[in-house]
């Protein structure tokens, strides 16, 4: 399996942003994670390839959404009403385990990742 991450880029807060990543091979959870600089890599969003069922960390419910493309085998980010807070590393992730949605957001759970885009918030 190897993730494609593109997207990401310099905004000002209060912006938007779209993030993407392209699947080879079949997996059945994708996710995202950041980590900003000095912190260790935190949980953005899952979503099921079979469901599409999503799921969101608190600090983006309402304001990030997840979505794939299983014709084209690309999972999106779209994140909306960006803060600084939100200026970090972005990577996409993917697992073929079958995992139970309470580990969705553990960054063991997933054994693929893809090259990480920078995503600049600034105030």
């Known amino acids: 399996v190897q993730l494609q991450a593109s997207g990401g880029g310099l905004v000002q807060a209060g912006g938007s942003l779209s993030l993407s990543c392209a699947v080879s091979?079949?997996?059945?959870?994708m996710g995202w994670f950041r980590q900003a600089p000095g912190k260790e890599r935190e949980f953005v969003a899952a979503?099921?390839?079979?469901?599409?069922?999503?799921y969101y960390a608190d600090s983006v419910k309402g304001r990030f959404t997840i979505s794939r493309d299983n014709a084209e085998n690309t999972v999106y980010l779209q994140m909306n009403s960006l803060q600084p807070e939100d200026t970090a590393v972005y990577y996409c992730?993917?697992?073929?385990?079958?995992?139970?949605?309470?580990?969705?957001?553990?960054?063991?759970?997933?054994?693929?990742w893809g090259r990480g885009t920078q995503v600049t918030v600034s105030s």
């Open positions: 992730a993917a697992t073929s385990g079958i995992y139970d949605v309470g580990r969705f957001h553990r960054v063991t759970t997933y054994d693929y």
């Open positions: 091979g079949r997996t059945y959870v």
């Open positions: 979503i099921r390839w079979s469901t599409g069922s999503s």
